[in-house]
């Protein structure tokens, strides 16, 4: 776009999500094995009169276009870093699945701090980059650098991890989305009265994913807001066993859902996938993607 920044920002699944009890925060401490994959929103910024949003895509119209935008978040907090008038017209082509558990907002938020902050020449160090999105949300910094990571804390302290392949992935989306806070909220209530043990990543996993194998990966996946999820929308079980007889090495939900993920051998095997979940009824749309990709890139 003519005297704008566009730029491109993953979706995520976790391989695996470990949760433990309420913090006196609210907040759960995690261990979280973000992988970012294939499916993409970009945000496009150019100067304009005042901060104004807009968004295109089969989904815009769940996205709020006022100052609750995780991309409007953004922007406004690196102006006011920076002694700026956050004066930019965002513009979202959103192809994330919104409310669906792969961090389509965080993506947006991590998106609009980078188109920024090249825009204005601001020169940010990543660090301070990576400290304004874990102010915006708990997914945010790892929007930023993709790849794959291992989160800590309330899931914002970031290791980077090795992956030694690519990995092919089918998305089966659902009609309407699930609230994050509800689903920890739910995980609460699951768990009352029970003692939660830390989370901690599980090696196997690690391993699994340094290797680049797949069967390895799909032995080691699990996702401790599961039960919530499915607690608040019992129908995702079916979804899972769709895509499990269609050929699936691993069905699990994709963070707080409720989209959920499968993990498949390859490319034709995901096609297969894709059929059995569109065959069965179960899903609003199939989608295919290979990860890890790389976090946010200007275009
Ligand atoms: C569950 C996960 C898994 O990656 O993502 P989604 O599946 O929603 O995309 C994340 O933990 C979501 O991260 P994010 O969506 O950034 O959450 P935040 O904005 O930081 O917090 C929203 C709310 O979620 C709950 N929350 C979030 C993170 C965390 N470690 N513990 C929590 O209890 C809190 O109720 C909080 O008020
Ligand atoms: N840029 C954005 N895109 C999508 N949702 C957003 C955005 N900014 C704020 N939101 C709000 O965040 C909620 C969670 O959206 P999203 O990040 O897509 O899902 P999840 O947290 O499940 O990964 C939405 O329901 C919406 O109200």
Redesign the pocket.
Known sequence: MPGGVTVRVP??VNVQLAVGGARADGFHDLANVFLAVGLY?EVTVTPADALR?T?EGP?AD???LDR??????AVEKLAARYGRRADVHIH?A?D??????????????AGALVACDALWGTGASRDELLEICAEL?S?VPFSLVGGAALGTGRGEKLRVLEVGGTFHWVFAVADG????PAVYGEFDRLHAGVAVPEPVASGALLEALASGDALALAGAVSNDLQGAALSLRPSLESTLTAGVEGGALAAIVS???P?TAFLVSDGESAGKVVEALLASGVCRAARVAVGPVPGAVVL
Do not use: Y
């Open positions: 979706a995520k929103d949003v968004c989904d769940q996205v709020p609750t935008n995780l991309a409007a978040r979202i959103k994330i699945p919104v409310a669906g558990g792969m961090a389509g907002g965080s993506a947006d938020g949300g997914d989305g699930l609230s994050t963070g707080s859902g989209t």
